[in-house]
């Protein structure tokens, strides 16, 4: 199958999710726990789908393999994910606990599924300039690995204070830990790819040395909130927010360029939301002495994390990404950059303006309005990303 084909192929399941949490959320908000099925539908379903394409992609890049040496695999483990989510979602919705355990048993083998593929392509590749590059998805799947067991323990109704610090570390764990991690790998190399500019000297020296930070950092937030000290939850955010800027350091003289494209522009949007999320958790762990009230402002922090930070960064790599692998010679490949590129100042203040209004919640109304913008944009994207041309069959 031609590589153009087998995204197509390979992204269905990004969009349907999206879609499902555009056109379900009446329902959802009536539900008893709107909050839980549409970060659900968004992490679990949408970005947890793209990360795995994506990693799989970059991965088979990075090492120089031909992509038909997982797509077997990844058939497999993708299906796995998706009925886990599946179960996840239905069984929290008809309350069946069974059914939740066992949705969260899939994902963790199709993480298990996912890391072992990459450590097969990696022993199979000959020696390679960013060899390393497909540890730091190695290394994220075991958080995913690990964010599903706390899922798991979660679904069974933990009791008192406990339920709190597990929620915690299980946000930070899968949101820092699966999807951060993930980002944080690619933008090594994605962000000059963007720009179409060469790699900063330091860039992959910082990167490869952020990556034990990174992980250290994560756990530490865990184990702060599982053994209920607080202080090494702090510890941990802030040497993850200390990670990102080391990592991302040799970038910044590229955010003063101007006619950015919207990939760069959105990737930086998302950045600067998780910076907000990073320092806004920080405070609140050191100047609250109840992990009820951490956790809820966790949750508060959802809406930035999961729209401003996952699914931001997601559409912008998609809108250099899908024209890139869809091929068709220069001039089809310049026409599907344009087609990405439209409406770019829309797209993006819809977005960020909307997830303002979400986040701030300042009346019903706003909060409404500001659902409706960031759909909008999702709509828009997705359209546009749909109405790129594929190469043409010879």
């Given at each position: 199958m031609r590589r153009d084909k087998w995204h197509r192929y390979a992204h269905i399941p990004t969009p349907l999710?999206?879609?499902?949490?555009?056109?379900?959320?009446?329902?959802?908000k009536g539900s008893g726990d709107p909050k839980w099925i549409w970060v659900h539908l968004l992490l679990l379903g949408a970005i947890t789908n793209l990360i795995f394409v994506w990693s799989s992609h970059f991965t088979s890049t990075m090492l120089r393999l031909p992509p038909e040496s997982d797509r077997k695999r990844y058939l497999v483990r993708v299906l796995l994910l998706n009925l886990g989510v599946i179960s996840v979602i239905v069984g929290k919705i008809q309350g069946l606990k069974t059914l939740m355990a066992f949705g969260a048993t899939a994902v963790i083998i199709s993480a298990g599924l996912h890391v072992r593929s990459?450590?097969?392509?990696?022993?199979?590749?000959?020696?390679?300039?960013?060899?390393?590059?497909?540890?730091?998805?190695?290394?994220?799947?075991?958080?995913?690995?690990?964010?599903?067991?706390?899922?798991?323990?979660?679904?069974q109704g933990p009791k008192g204070e406990f339920k709190y610090r597990l929620l915690l570390a299980h946000y930070s764990t899968n949101i820092f830990g699966w999807i951060g991690i993930t980002v944080a790998g690619t933008l090594i190399t994605f962000i000059p790819t963007m720009l179409r500019t060469q790699l900063p000297a330091k860039a992959e020296n910082?990167?490869?040395?952020?990556?034990?930070?990174?992980?250290?950092?994560?756990?530490?937030?865990?184990?702060?909130?599982?053994?209920?000290?607080?202080?090494?939850?702090?510890?941990?955010?802030?040497?993850?927010?200390?990670?990102?800027?080391?990592?991302?350091?040799?970038?910044?003289?590229?955010?003063?360029?101007?006619?950015?494209?919207?990939?760069?522009?959105?990737?930086?949007?998302?950045?600067?939301?998780?910076?907000?999320?990073?320092?806004?958790?920080?405070?609140?762990?050191?100047?609250?002495?109840?992990?009820?009230?951490?956790?809820?402002?966790?949750?508060?922090?959802?809406y930035i994390l999961g729209i401003g930070f996952a699914l931001q960064m997601g559409l912008g790599a998609l809108s250099y990404l899908i024209p890139?692998?869809?091929?068709?010679?220069?001039?089809?490949?310049?026409?599907?950059?344009?087609?990405?590129?439209?409406?770019?100042?829309?797209?993006?203040?819809?977005?960020?303006?909307?997830?303002?209004?979400?986040?701030?919640?300042?009346?019903?109304?706003?909060?409404?309005?500001?659902?409706?913008?960031?759909a909008l944009s999702i709509i828009l994207n997705l359209f546009l990303l749909g109405s790129l041309r594929p190469a043409r069959s010879i």
């Open positions: 999710y999206l879609l499902a949490l555009i056109c379900g959320l009446p329902w959802i990459i450590q097969i392509q990696i022993k199979r590749a000959l020696p390679t300039r960013f060899k390393k590059i497909p540890h730091f998805y190695i290394v994220s799947a075991l958080f995913l690995i690990l964010g599903g067991l706390f899922g798991g323990f979660l679904s910082h990167g490869y040395r952020s990556l034990p930070w990174l992980i250290v950092s994560v756990l530490a937030v865990d184990t702060g909130a599982l053994i209920n000290i607080r202080v090494i939850a702090l510890i941990g955010i802030i040497a993850y927010l200390g990670s990102w800027i080391y990592l991302l350091s040799p970038h910044f003289r590229f955010v003063l360029q101007r006619n950015s494209p919207f990939s760069f522009i959105s990737t930086v949007s998302s950045l600067i939301w998780l910076v907000i999320s990073l320092t806004s958790l920080g405070i609140d762990i050191a100047k609250n002495d109840k992990w009820k009230l951490v956790s809820s402002h966790a949750e508060s922090l959802i890139a692998v869809l091929g068709g010679g220069p001039s089809n490949a310049r026409q599907n950059g344009d087609v990405s590129e439209r409406l770019k100042a829309t797209r993006l203040i819809l977005h960020n303006v909307g997830l303002g209004l979400l986040a701030t919640n300042y009346s019903r109304a706003l909060f409404l309005a500001g659902g409706a913008m960031v």
